[in-house]
């Protein structure tokens, strides 16, 4: 099991490191390295949240997950999105933004590092809707419910995760955004579009694959009713026997690129830290990121979502601290070890929790028959 679903990682691991020896020698090999697992240590939070929508998927979008899905985030955003962006903000056209990521490799790390702003307010906005999503909606198993519950209450008020995400951003661009950090300047303006932007991307794209996997429920309902008597489908890791397909699974695949597209920002603005020679970045971040897609699937196949229920708790937590991270690097730095073992601890402790809940279940990594309301005791 485990090495089905790591083999390819471990393959592509050795293959780029040799490239990376051959091609840089021996401290080009540390460096990407080092990058790789900065990759999986800051996203690590990533795999847990893609395996709570990848499990409603079926086989078929679960593997363009792995192929398709682990193109756009190797190429995609660790290598051509750095580009794009010095290319929109220096007004370069994108031939002109790749000679200069090689020929100017400090003036390019200077590009980039100028529109963090802009970057950072688009991630944490999408991030945090996820957050405050996921916490004013009402769950059979609560982790810290001490929050949560009245949090649950709150989130009946129609559109309030929109509303306290904009007054966020409101405040963020007032207090951060004037004489940032990164480039200098009021970036008011700047961050108020960008950020704008990222909750009109979570809306749009959630609310397109909500809605037809909505659709696909109902569909499924009136076939059970249809087919009264008929044996019922068999569950598997992933949800249900066939899983989301169709419109429903591409609008649910686009929405997972978004995600990992955000969690990547503070990964690939991390890696300038490190180098700023674009293909060790590329080559490091990517080997990093097909580690997080194979624990996405590992996750998925073990069912370890639902023996761990606290997980995806965890994990949305360490999105929030992420959003507020990203919120505030728009004029202060944060040191990526920071960000990185935030998130590690926030799921370690969840998943802490969730071996206490099933020890005193009795059933440990068995979540039926407790259909009631749980909580940690936290």
């Known amino acids: ?24 020698g021996w401290q080009g090999l540390a460096i990407v390295g080092i990058l790789s697992i900065l990759e999986i240590s800051l996203s690590f939070d990533n795999a847990v949240i893609n395996a709570g929508i990848l499990r409603k998927m079926n086989a078929f979008w679960q593997k363009i997950f792995l192929t398709v899905g682990i193109l756009i985030a190797v190429f995609g955003m660790r290598l051509v999105f750095p580009v794009v962006i010095v290319a929109i903000t220096a007004k370069l056209g994108p031939i002109e933004a790749v000679k200069l990521a090689i020929n100017d490799k400090a003036h390019y790390q200077e590009l980039v590092t100028s529109a963090h702003p802009a970057i950072a307010a688009f991630g944490g906005m999408f991030l945090l809707m996820i957050f405050l999503d996921f916490i004013f909606e009402e769950r059979d198993y609560k982790w810290l419910s001490w929050i949560e519950k009245p949090m649950a209450k709150m989130g009946k008020l129609d559109m309030l995760s929109v509303i306290i995400a904009l007054v966020v951003l409101l405040v963020s661009a007032m207090t951060l955004a004037t004489d940032v950090a990164h480039g ?14 990222g909750l009109i991307t979570y809306l749009v794209v959630g609310g397109i694959s909500g809605y037809f996997e909505g659709k696909l429920d109902e569909d499924d309902e009136d076939d059970e ?13 992933a949800g249900s026997a066939v899983g989301l397909a169709g419109k429903a699974a591409f609008f649910m695949f686009l929405y997972l690129e978004v995600i990992d597209a955000s969690f990547s920002f503070d990964g690939v603005i991390g890696a300038f830290a490190i180098t700023n020679d674009i293909f060790m970045m590329a080559l490091g971040l990517g080997i990093g990121a097909l580690y997080i897609r194979s624990l996405t699937v590992f996750l998925v196949r073990k069912g370890t979502l639902d023996d761990y229920v606290y997980l995806e708790h965890g994990a949305h937590y360490a999105i929030g601290a992420l959003a507020v991270i990203l919120l505030i690097t728009i004029r202060y730095e944060v040191s990526e070890v920071v960000t990185g073992l935030i998130g590690i601890v926030l799921i370690g402790l969840s998943f802490a929790s969730s071996v206490v809940r099933n020890r005193r279940e009795g059933k440990p990594g068995d979540t039926s028959g407790t259909k009631a309301e749980v909580t940690s005791g936290v």
């Open 225 to 237: 009713e249809s087919e009264a008597g008929a044996a019922a489908p068999v569950a598997n890791g």
């Open 184 to 197: 200098g300047g009021d970036k008011t303006a700047t961050v108020l579009l960008a950020g704008v932007a």
């Open 1 to 24: 099991m485990l090495l089905k679903t790591f083999g390819w990682s471990f393959a592509i691991t050795v293959v780029g490191l040799v490239v990376a020896g051959v091609l840089w």
